[in-house]
């Protein structure tokens, strides 16, 4: 049986501390990869994907990225009155119009987890399966949320997660698969062990931030206790609804680049600068003073 899902949730909450004092006024989600906020290669990705409406799980603090999301009428008639009309009609594309898109902010007022963002934007999802998309989690190439909305609609409408093999030592940073079958790309699984010690892993197969949820999700979010730092967790629902539902993990084609962290964002944005032939010189002189330090 098809399984639609005409709904993308995007928490966008969180304070992004690891970054600070450069989220300080900024979010986290604005902090460009290059030249592009990393909430907007989330958004394209679920565009790409046929996704109807699109829920934003915010915080009062973080007003910038609504006024990022939405259509700037005022901005496009300065920058054409400048001459700029190239530039005002890639903002344009880019943004979400008022009128024809179907867009909602809800908030997050207190930092309650990951499967509590999840939960506030129930009021908001449309019938049928949800998708969740995690900015800091920037998957380029093959367009990742794409390719779950296909494989999920083949399957029995469970609960569905991206994963990625991950190095066994790596194991102990993200939620890990149980897996009883693989399929292809489609791996059956189990259960999920969050975080656990490369020793106790079931797997190699390491969950990251996307997602395809069954509704049920919201129920057992509802009742859910708090687990780990006091959190409503989102892989606990999950690993809880598996054994009724069915949960599988898909082995997504793109690249994944970690950007909740400093690392993972110099990553993309060194990967996504050598395709692009303006920074050609600067990254060749950079490699040029690298090797001659390290030869010094």
Known sequence: MSQTVRTAI????????????????????????????????AIDEARDAGIERMVFVS??????????????????????ARGKTDMAAALEENAFCHESDDVRFVMQTEPLGLGH???CARDHALPGAVAVILPDDLIIGQNCMAEMVEAYAQGSGGHMVASMRVPLEETRKYGVL???????????????VEKPAPQNAPSRHAVVGRYVLNAQVFESLQTQEPGAGGEIQLTDAIAKDAHELGLTGFAFSGQRFDCGSKAGMLRATLHLAAQDPDCAAVLDEFSNDFRLRAAA
């Open 10 to 41: 995007f928490p966008v909450a969180g304070l992004g501390t690891r970054f600070l004092p450069a989220t300080k006024a900024t979010p986290k989600e604005l902090l460009p990869v290059l030249d592009t906020p990393l909430i907007q290669y």
């Open 178 to 192: 149980s897996v009883a079958k693989e399929e292809g790309r489609t791996l059956h699984a189990k259960g999920m």
């Open 59 to 80: 915080h009062p603090s973080k007003a910038a990225i609504e006024r990022h999301v939405m259509d700037d009428a005022a901005l496009r008639s300065e920058l054409k």
């Open 117 to 119: 963002a999840v939960l």
